[in-house]
């Protein structure tokens, strides 16, 4: 079986890179620093449906990803999360968060209408954080 990003996982988020495990996305909505890391494990909806190693390496990369994220953006505070509610494919949520936030101190979920990055502001973006990755 091969793996295949979910559609909706797909139209909202800009491709970063890949990991050893997991493909680093960035939530195309500026109103928040937002990775989102992917295993590529084909019908994994679960993160009981990962091996004990698959697991450890998922593990190290979510704290790449909150490392990332504290030098990329500086939040307040980085909330991690896999939900799955609404795209049952195995995806991690990696949210910088600040106390100036529209939606702090609340979920991020369903607040607000989602803002594109700007162009110009997405290439830049991508970059560093994709550097921040590589150096990491």
Known sequence: MTFALDSRLQADT???GDLSLSSVLLLNDA???WFVLVPRIPDASELTDLSDDQA???MRE???ATGVMASLARPDKVN???LGNI???LHVH???RFRSDPAWPGPVWGHGTRTPYP???TTALIERAAALFQAA
């Open 14 to 16: 800009i491709p970063i």
């Open 62 to 64: 979510i704290r790449l």
């Open 80 to 82: 991690v999360g896999a």
């Open 94 to 96: 990696v949210i910088g």
């Open 31 to 33: 109103r928040f620093p």
């Open 56 to 58: 450890a390496t998922l």
């Open 87 to 89: 795209v049952t494919q």
């Open 119 to 121: 162009d110009h502001a």
